[in-house]
């Protein structure tokens, strides 16, 4: 059973990905189309409004690329950073439970560290550039 189950894990690094990916972009989509604009939330934390154009297009392009598996391990980076300011400067003082609470922010954080760690899998651009982690590369198609 185990082995069949190793053999399934290239499926869970690509459902990991996307579902993530997915997340991530219909949230930036809502802020890119109007929904909401984060440059006033940010200056109001003393930081620089442009963090706020930074977080929407780290979720919006990171997102997207997530769902290919392309630089899967520099977006899961990203998204895990954004996802922890989020948690801190957000969703924090709602708790762990309830409406606006750190479970939903806190879960993609988790699994974009995860990603940061396996990769994308072989199921992904990412392999088809670079390989296996280590270096390995997948092995081309003999020639007829």
């Known amino acids: 059973m185990t082995r069949y189950l190793n053999r399934l894990q290239p499926l869970g690094l690509l459902v990991m990905r996307v579902v993530l990916g997915v997340i991530m972009v219909a949230h930036a989509w809502q802020k890119v189309t ?11 934390w003393g930081w620089p409004w442009w963090l706020g154009y930074v977080s929407t297009y780290t979720e919006l392009i990171g997102g997207a690329l997530l ?10 980076l990203g998204l895990t950073i954004n996802m922890v300011v989020a948690i801190w400067k957000v969703h924090w003082k709602n708790g762990l439970i309830g409406q ?30 670079f390989g296996e982690p280590g270096g390995a590369r997948p092995a081309k198609a003999a020639k007829k």
Not at 34 to 44: D, E, I, K, P
Not at 68 to 74: D, K, M, S
Not at 102 to 129: K, M, N, R, T, V
């Open 67 to 76: 769902v290919v598996g392309l630089l899967t391990r520099v977006w899961g």
């Open 100 to 129: 606006g609470s750190i479970e939903f922010p806190l879960a993609l954080a988790a699994i974009a560290f995860a990603l940061i760690w396996l990769g994308a899998g072989p199921l992904s651009i990412d392999y088809l550039f």
């Open 34 to 44: 109007g929904g909401r604009n984060l440059t006033a939330t940010v200056s109001s």
